[in-house]
């Protein structure tokens, strides 16, 4: 094989590559702004949890993502949610399925620290949604739920208006 023909290969392989990835470029880009003193952990477009149906955590048992055609704005975020239905009963009672701590990382919470919430990484307790921000954290918490959570409401009104930066 020449250099020539080696060349042209690796630049069609680069536009496959391109062409193959190209979707991602569209897709919406999540933010965590660790500047931001906001109680509620949105994207920069202010998205709570980064676009997904908290309330089918609760319905369907798993992580949904949602769509902006069904929104609902409560505490300075916009919540998502798959269907019309869910949305109507988030907007009915927004406390029982938005999440605890603003959709932060309830680990983080419990070591006076706020971090990304992760909507892969979470555990509804006692008709509660938490998320954490990794699997370490995840893990963390889940070995002492109970203890964890008592940590994080009482450190949560202390640090809820703080920048994550500042903590």
Same mark, same amino acid.
């Given at each position: 094989m020449t250099y020539s023909s080696t060349r042209r290969k690796l630049y069609a392989f680069g536009a496959a590559v391109i062409i193959a990835f190209s979707p991602l470029t569209i897709t919406p880009v999540f933010a965590f702004d660790?500047?931001?003193?906001?109680?509620?952990?949105?994207?920069?477009?202010?998205?709570?949890?980064?676009?997904?149906?908290p309330v089918a955590y609760f319905t369907e048992g798993k992580p949904t993502q949602g769509n902006s055609q069904f929104s609902a704005k409560f505490e300075n975020g916009t919540y998502h949610f798959a269907t019309a239905a869910n949305r109507d009963a988030f907007v009915k009672?927004?406390?029982?399925?938005?999440?605890?701590?603003?959709?932060?990382?309830?680990?983080?919470?419990?070591? &006076? @620290? +706020? /971090?990304?919430?992760?909507?892969?990484?979470?555990?509804?307790?006692?008709?509660?949604?938490?998320?954490?921000?990794?699997?370490?954290?995840?893990?963390?918490?889940?070995?002492?739920?109970?203890?964890?959570?008592?940590?994080?409401?009482?450190?949560?009104?202390?640090? &809820? @208006? +703080? /920048?994550p930066k500042d903590l």
């Open positions: 660790p500047a931001s003193p906001s109680e509620i952990n949105t994207d920069t477009t202010g998205v709570a949890i980064r676009g997904f149906d009672e927004p406390a029982k399925y938005a999440p605890a701590y603003g959709g932060f990382c309830a680990f983080a919470a419990s070591v &006076s @620290k +706020k /971090a990304d919430g992760n909507p892969a990484l979470w555990k509804i307790v006692d008709n509660k949604l938490y998320l954490n921000v990794n699997e370490t954290a995840f893990n963390r918490w889940q070995q002492d739920i109970p203890g964890n959570l008592t940590k994080a409401n009482t450190n949560w009104p202390n640090i &809820s @208006k +703080k /920048a």
